[in-house]
Protein backbone atom coordinates (compact mmCIF):
# COMPACT_ATOMS: atom_id res chain seq x y z
CA UNK A 1 0.00 0.00 0.00
CA UNK A 2 2.74 2.32 1.08
CA UNK A 3 4.57 1.55 -2.18
CA UNK A 4 1.43 2.87 -4.62
CA UNK A 5 0.46 5.59 -2.03
CA UNK A 6 3.94 7.01 -3.13
CA UNK A 7 4.00 6.44 -6.00
CA UNK A 8 0.41 7.92 -6.66
CA UNK A 9 1.56 11.20 -5.55
CA UNK A 10 3.05 12.50 -8.37
CA UNK A 11 -0.51 11.69 -10.36
CA UNK A 12 -2.61 14.47 -11.89
CA UNK A 13 -6.07 14.59 -12.42
CA UNK A 14 -7.73 13.69 -15.36
CA UNK A 15 -7.07 16.24 -18.25
CA UNK A 16 -9.98 18.88 -16.74
CA UNK A 17 -10.27 22.13 -15.01
CA UNK A 18 -12.63 23.36 -13.03
CA UNK A 19 -14.30 25.08 -15.45
CA UNK A 20 -14.65 21.79 -18.15
CA UNK A 21 -15.40 19.69 -14.87
CA UNK A 22 -18.61 17.87 -15.76
CA UNK A 23 -20.75 18.91 -12.75
CA UNK A 24 -19.86 22.51 -13.12
CA UNK A 25 -21.52 21.75 -16.52
CA UNK A 26 -24.75 21.12 -14.84
CA UNK A 27 -27.83 23.69 -16.34
CA UNK A 28 -30.52 24.64 -13.75
CA UNK A 29 -33.56 25.25 -15.56
CA UNK A 30 -36.42 27.82 -14.35
CA UNK A 31 -38.42 24.77 -13.60
CA UNK A 32 -36.14 23.22 -11.52
CA UNK A 33 -34.97 20.11 -13.54
CA UNK A 34 -31.43 20.20 -14.63
CA UNK A 35 -29.70 20.01 -18.34
CA UNK A 36 -26.80 17.42 -17.64
CA UNK A 37 -23.64 17.27 -19.88
CA UNK A 38 -23.42 14.49 -22.16
CA UNK A 39 -21.54 11.41 -21.24
CA UNK A 40 -21.13 8.39 -23.62
CA UNK A 41 -23.32 5.29 -22.58
CA UNK A 42 -22.47 2.03 -23.67
CA UNK A 43 -24.90 -0.85 -23.58
CA UNK A 44 -24.05 -4.41 -21.19
CA UNK A 45 -22.15 -7.04 -23.65
CA UNK A 46 -22.71 -10.43 -24.04
CA UNK A 47 -19.03 -10.56 -25.44
CA UNK A 48 -16.57 -10.91 -22.56
CA UNK A 49 -14.73 -7.60 -22.43
CA UNK A 50 -11.28 -8.72 -20.64
CA UNK A 51 -12.97 -11.93 -19.47
CA UNK A 52 -16.21 -9.96 -18.36
CA UNK A 53 -20.03 -10.59 -19.96
CA UNK A 54 -22.50 -7.96 -18.70
CA UNK A 55 -26.25 -7.72 -18.80
CA UNK A 56 -29.60 -5.99 -17.70
CA UNK A 57 -32.13 -6.77 -15.64
CA UNK A 58 -35.28 -4.67 -15.05
CA UNK A 59 -35.93 -3.42 -11.34
CA UNK A 60 -38.65 -1.13 -11.38
CA UNK A 61 -39.79 -0.18 -14.88
CA UNK A 62 -42.26 2.64 -12.89
CA UNK A 63 -39.06 4.06 -11.90
CA UNK A 64 -36.61 3.18 -14.81
CA UNK A 65 -34.18 1.40 -12.99
CA UNK A 66 -32.44 -1.39 -13.51
CA UNK A 67 -29.24 -3.73 -12.52
CA UNK A 68 -26.83 -3.94 -14.72
CA UNK A 69 -25.06 -7.34 -13.94
CA UNK A 70 -21.37 -8.42 -14.27
CA UNK A 71 -20.05 -11.81 -14.57
CA UNK A 72 -16.24 -12.56 -15.05
CA UNK A 73 -14.25 -15.44 -16.35
CA UNK A 74 -15.22 -17.97 -14.40
CA UNK A 75 -12.01 -20.40 -15.91
CA UNK A 76 -9.73 -17.75 -13.41
CA UNK A 77 -12.08 -17.22 -10.72
CA UNK A 78 -12.64 -19.36 -7.58
CA UNK A 79 -13.37 -23.03 -7.48
CA UNK A 80 -16.54 -21.76 -4.82
CA UNK A 81 -19.02 -19.87 -6.23
CA UNK A 82 -18.48 -15.79 -6.44
CA UNK A 83 -19.44 -13.04 -3.48
CA UNK A 84 -22.37 -11.06 -5.14
CA UNK A 85 -21.67 -6.85 -4.58
CA UNK A 86 -24.31 -4.50 -5.41
CA UNK A 87 -22.69 -1.39 -6.18
CA UNK A 88 -24.07 2.17 -6.02
CA UNK A 89 -22.23 4.64 -8.74
CA UNK A 90 -21.52 8.41 -7.89
CA UNK A 91 -22.32 11.66 -9.55
CA UNK A 92 -23.76 14.00 -6.44
CA UNK A 93 -26.64 12.05 -7.20
CA UNK A 94 -27.38 14.41 -9.93
CA UNK A 95 -25.53 12.85 -12.89
CA UNK A 96 -23.95 9.71 -14.67
CA UNK A 97 -25.57 6.01 -14.85
CA UNK A 98 -24.82 2.66 -14.32
CA UNK A 99 -23.94 2.50 -18.44
CA UNK A 100 -21.43 5.56 -17.86
CA UNK A 101 -19.04 4.32 -20.15
CA UNK A 102 -16.40 4.57 -17.41
CA UNK A 103 -18.78 2.83 -14.43
CA UNK A 104 -19.57 0.33 -17.15
CA UNK A 105 -15.27 0.11 -17.14
CA UNK A 106 -14.54 0.50 -13.87
CA UNK A 107 -17.29 -2.67 -12.59
CA UNK A 108 -15.86 -4.89 -15.33
CA UNK A 109 -12.69 -4.72 -13.70
CA UNK A 110 -13.58 -5.06 -10.66
CA UNK A 111 -15.75 -8.11 -11.38
CA UNK A 112 -12.66 -9.66 -13.15
CA UNK A 113 -10.04 -8.10 -10.31
CA UNK A 114 -12.04 -9.39 -6.71
CA UNK A 115 -13.35 -12.00 -8.32
CA UNK A 116 -17.07 -11.05 -7.78
CA UNK A 117 -20.58 -11.05 -9.34
CA UNK A 118 -21.17 -7.13 -9.66
CA UNK A 119 -24.47 -5.78 -10.03
CA UNK A 120 -24.79 -1.87 -10.42
CA UNK A 121 -27.80 0.15 -9.81
CA UNK A 122 -29.32 2.53 -11.97
CA UNK A 123 -31.02 4.43 -10.02
CA UNK A 124 -33.69 7.94 -10.10
CA UNK A 125 -31.33 11.30 -10.15
CA UNK A 126 -32.41 14.95 -8.19
CA UNK A 127 -33.44 17.54 -8.51
CA UNK A 128 -36.07 15.36 -10.59
CA UNK A 129 -35.85 12.62 -8.00
CA UNK A 130 -34.59 14.52 -4.92
CA UNK A 131 -33.51 12.50 -1.81
CA UNK A 132 -34.71 9.93 -0.36
CA UNK A 133 -35.68 8.76 -3.94
CA UNK A 134 -32.13 7.19 -4.56
CA UNK A 135 -32.21 5.64 -1.32
CA UNK A 136 -35.65 3.88 -1.98
CA UNK A 137 -34.02 2.74 -5.21
CA UNK A 138 -31.11 0.95 -3.52
CA UNK A 139 -33.23 -0.44 -0.77
CA UNK A 140 -35.23 -1.83 -3.60
CA UNK A 141 -32.08 -3.26 -4.68
CA UNK A 142 -31.58 -4.41 -1.87
CA UNK A 143 -34.50 -6.34 -1.31
CA UNK A 144 -33.55 -7.96 -5.22
CA UNK A 145 -31.01 -10.20 -3.34
CA UNK A 146 -33.96 -11.83 -1.83
CA UNK A 147 -36.91 -11.47 -4.58
CA UNK A 148 -34.88 -12.00 -7.57
CA UNK A 149 -30.99 -13.08 -7.62
CA UNK A 150 -31.87 -16.49 -6.65
CA UNK A 151 -33.99 -16.57 -9.69
CA UNK A 152 -31.54 -15.16 -11.74
CA UNK A 153 -29.14 -17.41 -13.74
CA UNK A 154 -25.91 -16.21 -13.29
CA UNK A 155 -26.59 -15.96 -9.56
CA UNK A 156 -27.84 -19.32 -9.35
CA UNK A 157 -25.05 -20.86 -10.84
CA UNK A 158 -22.00 -18.65 -9.63
CA UNK A 159 -22.99 -16.79 -7.12
CA UNK A 160 -22.98 -17.09 -3.04
CA UNK A 161 -25.53 -15.01 -1.90
CA UNK A 162 -24.67 -15.76 1.90
CA UNK A 163 -21.80 -13.61 0.77
CA UNK A 164 -23.44 -9.89 -0.22
CA UNK A 165 -21.64 -6.47 -0.08
CA UNK A 166 -22.92 -3.27 -0.54
CA UNK A 167 -20.43 -0.74 -2.38
CA UNK A 168 -20.71 2.38 -3.56
CA UNK A 169 -18.44 5.27 -4.35
CA UNK A 170 -19.07 9.10 -3.87
CA UNK A 171 -22.55 9.60 -3.54
CA UNK A 172 -22.97 5.50 -3.98
CA UNK A 173 -20.96 5.36 -1.02
CA UNK A 174 -23.41 7.42 0.94
CA UNK A 175 -26.34 5.37 -0.88
CA UNK A 176 -24.41 2.24 0.30
CA UNK A 177 -24.73 3.20 4.00
CA UNK A 178 -28.10 4.63 3.94
CA UNK A 179 -29.52 1.46 2.38
CA UNK A 180 -28.01 -0.46 5.21
CA UNK A 181 -29.72 1.42 7.74
CA UNK A 182 -33.32 1.03 6.07
CA UNK A 183 -32.83 -2.56 4.97
CA UNK A 184 -30.76 -3.79 7.92
CA UNK A 185 -33.94 -5.15 9.87
CA UNK A 186 -35.13 -7.18 6.91
CA UNK A 187 -34.94 -10.99 6.72
CA UNK A 188 -33.35 -11.09 3.05
CA UNK A 189 -33.10 -14.99 3.07
CA UNK A 190 -31.36 -16.48 1.12
CA UNK A 191 -28.78 -13.77 0.73
CA UNK A 192 -26.84 -12.48 3.48
CA UNK A 193 -25.23 -8.91 3.86
CA UNK A 194 -21.92 -9.56 5.56
CA UNK A 195 -20.55 -6.03 4.29
CA UNK A 196 -20.89 -2.43 3.47
CA UNK A 197 -17.58 -1.27 1.09
CA UNK A 198 -17.74 2.77 1.64
CA UNK A 199 -15.34 4.17 -0.86
CA UNK A 200 -15.26 8.14 -0.76
CA UNK A 201 -18.73 8.12 1.10
CA UNK A 202 -20.47 11.64 0.04
CA UNK A 203 -20.80 13.77 2.68
CA UNK A 204 -20.80 17.28 3.98
CA UNK A 205 -21.90 19.71 6.56
CA UNK A 206 -22.67 23.48 7.21
CA UNK A 207 -19.44 24.18 8.55
CA UNK A 208 -16.30 24.25 6.06
CA UNK A 209 -13.80 21.82 6.58
CA UNK A 210 -10.18 22.21 5.43
CA UNK A 211 -10.02 20.15 2.93
CA UNK A 212 -13.38 21.53 1.67
CA UNK A 213 -12.04 25.35 1.92
CA UNK A 214 -8.81 24.15 0.07
CA UNK A 215 -11.00 22.43 -2.79
CA UNK A 216 -11.79 26.11 -4.65
CA UNK A 217 -10.35 25.09 -7.89
CA UNK A 218 -10.14 21.29 -7.55
CA UNK A 219 -10.15 19.79 -11.39
CA UNK A 220 -12.24 16.98 -10.05
CA UNK A 221 -15.00 18.44 -7.57
CA UNK A 222 -14.59 22.02 -7.10
CA UNK A 223 -16.28 23.86 -3.76
CA UNK A 224 -18.91 25.28 -6.53
CA UNK A 225 -19.94 21.89 -7.60
CA UNK A 226 -19.79 20.39 -4.51
CA UNK A 227 -22.44 23.24 -2.95
CA UNK A 228 -24.38 23.05 -6.14
CA UNK A 229 -24.96 19.54 -5.84
CA UNK A 230 -25.83 19.43 -2.82
CA UNK A 231 -28.38 21.99 -3.65
CA UNK A 232 -29.93 19.58 -6.28
CA UNK A 233 -30.15 16.60 -4.23
CA UNK A 234 -31.53 17.44 -0.32
CA UNK A 235 -35.27 17.82 0.20
CA UNK A 236 -36.31 21.07 -0.45
CA UNK A 237 -35.86 22.94 2.84
CA UNK A 238 -33.01 21.11 4.13
CA UNK A 239 -29.77 22.42 5.13
CA UNK A 240 -26.30 20.57 4.68
CA UNK A 241 -26.40 19.03 8.57
CA UNK A 242 -29.42 17.15 7.63
CA UNK A 243 -28.45 13.60 8.35
CA UNK A 244 -28.48 12.23 4.02
CA UNK A 245 -25.58 15.08 4.44
CA UNK A 246 -24.43 15.24 7.57
CA UNK A 247 -25.19 11.47 9.24
CA UNK A 248 -21.99 12.33 11.89
CA UNK A 249 -23.79 15.47 13.48
CA UNK A 250 -27.18 14.32 12.69
CA UNK A 251 -27.70 11.00 13.87
CA UNK A 252 -27.94 8.92 16.93
CA UNK A 253 -25.33 6.81 17.99
CA UNK A 254 -28.29 3.97 17.93
CA UNK A 255 -29.14 4.49 14.60
CA UNK A 256 -25.59 2.70 13.62
CA UNK A 257 -26.88 -0.74 15.81
CA UNK A 258 -26.66 -3.70 13.63
CA UNK A 259 -25.01 -2.61 10.60
CA UNK A 260 -22.62 -5.27 9.01
CA UNK A 261 -18.56 -4.85 9.12
CA UNK A 262 -17.51 -1.87 7.22
CA UNK A 263 -14.42 -1.14 4.97
CA UNK A 264 -13.73 3.19 4.13
CA UNK A 265 -12.00 4.21 1.90
CA UNK A 266 -10.83 7.38 0.02
CA UNK A 267 -7.73 9.08 -1.44
CA UNK A 268 -5.75 11.86 0.03
CA UNK A 269 -6.02 14.65 -2.46
CA UNK A 270 -10.26 14.46 -2.57
CA UNK A 271 -11.84 17.27 -1.46
CA UNK A 272 -14.13 15.04 1.31
CA UNK A 273 -11.49 13.53 2.38
CA UNK A 274 -11.66 15.47 6.25
CA UNK A 275 -15.39 14.22 6.34
CA UNK A 276 -14.36 10.50 5.62
CA UNK A 277 -11.45 10.48 7.82
CA UNK A 278 -14.47 11.90 10.53
CA UNK A 279 -16.92 9.70 9.44
CA UNK A 280 -14.67 6.54 9.81
CA UNK A 281 -14.08 7.57 13.59
CA UNK A 282 -17.45 8.17 14.00
CA UNK A 283 -18.15 4.10 12.69
CA UNK A 284 -15.06 2.77 14.89
CA UNK A 285 -16.58 5.01 18.12
CA UNK A 286 -20.03 4.55 18.39
CA UNK A 287 -20.70 1.53 15.63
CA UNK A 288 -19.46 -1.60 17.98
CA UNK A 289 -15.79 -3.17 18.08
CA UNK A 290 -13.19 -1.20 16.37
CA UNK A 291 -12.63 -4.52 14.07
CA UNK A 292 -15.40 -3.96 12.96
CA UNK A 293 -14.61 -0.78 10.44
CA UNK A 294 -11.60 -1.39 8.39
CA UNK A 295 -10.13 2.21 7.82
CA UNK A 296 -7.80 2.66 4.23
CA UNK A 297 -7.89 6.66 4.00
CA UNK A 298 -4.35 7.14 3.31
CA UNK A 299 -4.07 6.20 -0.94
CA UNK A 300 -2.79 9.01 -2.57
CA UNK A 301 -5.08 10.29 -5.84
CA UNK A 302 -7.92 12.79 -6.28
CA UNK A 303 -12.01 12.16 -6.24
CA UNK A 304 -13.12 9.39 -8.19
CA UNK A 305 -9.14 8.74 -9.26
CA UNK A 306 -9.82 4.74 -9.37
CA UNK A 307 -12.22 5.36 -12.08
CA UNK A 308 -9.10 6.79 -14.72
CA UNK A 309 -5.99 5.53 -12.87
CA UNK A 310 -5.71 1.77 -12.98
CA UNK A 311 -3.29 1.61 -10.59
CA UNK A 312 -5.40 3.22 -8.10
CA UNK A 313 -8.31 1.30 -9.08
CA UNK A 314 -5.79 -1.93 -8.21
CA UNK A 315 -5.50 -0.81 -4.60
CA UNK A 316 -8.79 -0.36 -4.25
CA UNK A 317 -9.25 -3.61 -5.68
CA UNK A 318 -7.28 -5.12 -3.63
CA UNK A 319 -8.94 -3.35 0.14
CA UNK A 320 -11.89 -5.10 -1.65
CA UNK A 321 -10.73 -8.57 -1.86
CA UNK A 322 -9.17 -8.74 1.64
CA UNK A 323 -12.35 -7.84 2.96
CA UNK A 324 -14.68 -9.73 1.18
CA UNK A 325 -12.13 -12.89 1.28
CA UNK A 326 -11.42 -12.22 5.04
CA UNK A 327 -12.57 -11.97 8.43
CA UNK A 328 -17.00 -12.70 8.71
CA UNK A 329 -17.23 -12.72 5.03
Known amino acids: MGDVAAGAAALSPPPMTKETNLFMQIVVNPDGTVTRPEVPLVPASAVAAGGVVSRDVPLDASAGTYLRLYLPDLSSAPAAKLPVVLYFHGGGFVILSAATVF????????????????????????????????????????????????????????????????????????????????????????????????????????????????????????????????????????????????????????????????????????????????????LQDRGGAKAEVVVKLDVAGFHASELFVPEIAEVLFAAMREFVYTGDA
Open 103 to 282: YHGHCEAMAAAVPAIVASLEYRLAPEHRLPAAYEDAAAAVAWLRDGAPGDPWVAAHGDLSRCFLMGSSSGGNMAFFAALRTGGLDLGPATVRGLLLHQPYLGGVDRTPSEARSVDDAMLPLEANDRLWSLALPLGADRDHEFCNPVKAMAPEALAGLPRCLVTGNLGDPLIDRQREFARW
